[in-house]
């Protein structure tokens, strides 16, 4: 885990403070980004890493993400979220009613 990168309220100011630091402590070094960006190197490199993640997203990770978004988060998470808390707004019934609540077996004596 990166210490600077945490969950607390400060966490963004203190990452973006952070960045900053570092472009400053670049740039007293006498690194030149912009210069650095758009050399032809960077720029094939860039070129060859975004095809990589573009064929690999393609070829691998489409169809199990799309499998998943809209065939289980969707029907299973997302749509019956949203419809409980439509109905807690409009009637301010339960999100889960008490029919769908498993029960539990009466123990017999």
């Known amino acids: 885990m990166i210490p ?5 309220s ?15 402590v ?22 060859f890493v975004r095809g990589v993640v573009v064929d690999t997203w393609n070829t691998y990770l489409n169809k199990p993400f799309d499998y998943l978004l809209n065939k289980i988060f969707i029907p299973l998470i997302w ?3 949203i419809s409980g808390l439509l109905r807690m707004k409009n009637d301010g019934s339960p ?8 029960q539990m077996p009466v123990p017999s004596n």
């Not at 600077?4 to 607390?8: Q, S």
């Not at 032809?40 to 860039?46: E, S, V």
């Not at 889960?96 to 498993?102: A, E, G, V």
């Open 79 to 81: 749509d019956p979220a």
């Open 95 to 102: 999100v889960i009613l008490q029919s769908q609540t498993p």
């Open 10 to 24: 400060g966490s963004i100011i203190r990452t973006a403070l952070f960045i900053i630091i570092i472009l400053l």
């Open 4 to 8: 600077f990168i945490n969950t607390n």
């Open 26 to 47: 670049l740039g007293y070094f006498g690194f030149n980004l912009r210069s650095i960006v758009n050399s032809p190197t960077f720029q094939d490199n860039w070129m």
